[in-house]
């Protein structure tokens, strides 16, 4: 069976880390583009980082600096360390992979062959 299996989130103040998971089962993570994305009711999902096959990665500018993303297909899994976590940030978090253009970093859904089912972040005092 091909999943996706996030894991990581939770409660946390402001100004604080999480580091979300995202382990593949039943196919190889290191063929395929990496994708983060958030969601909040109401809102488009939107990518938040990426990561190429071969490690080129991207983030988005309200995150730069405070959320790194990394995989290590050892493993089959890839991560988002988010530091300064701030309110706004607030969102299921999802991740998703790209079999098509493994090399690319897409920042549409469309793009994207397997998602997980998310893992809720919430960043409150």
């Known amino acids: 069976q091909l999943q996706l299996v996030e894991s990581g989130g939770g409660l946390v103040q402001p100004g604080g880390s999480l580091k979300l998971s995202c382990a593949a089962s039943g196919f190889p993570l290191d063929h395929y583009a990496i994708g983060w994305f958030r969601q909040v009711p109401g809102k488009e999902r939107e990518v938040v980082s990426c990561?190429?096959?071969?490690?080129?990665?991207t983030v988005i500018a309200t995150v730069k600096g405070r959320f790194t993303i990394s995989r290590d297909n050892a493993r089959n899994t890839a991560y988002l360390q988010m530091n300064s976590l701030q309110p706004e940030d607030t969102a299921v978090y999802y991740c998703a992979a790209d079999g098509l253009n493994p090399l690319a970093c897409s920042d549409s859904r469309l793009e994207y062959d397997y998602w997980g089912q998310g893992t809720q972040v919430t960043v409150s005092s």
């Open positions: 990561i190429s096959s071969n490690g080129f990665s």
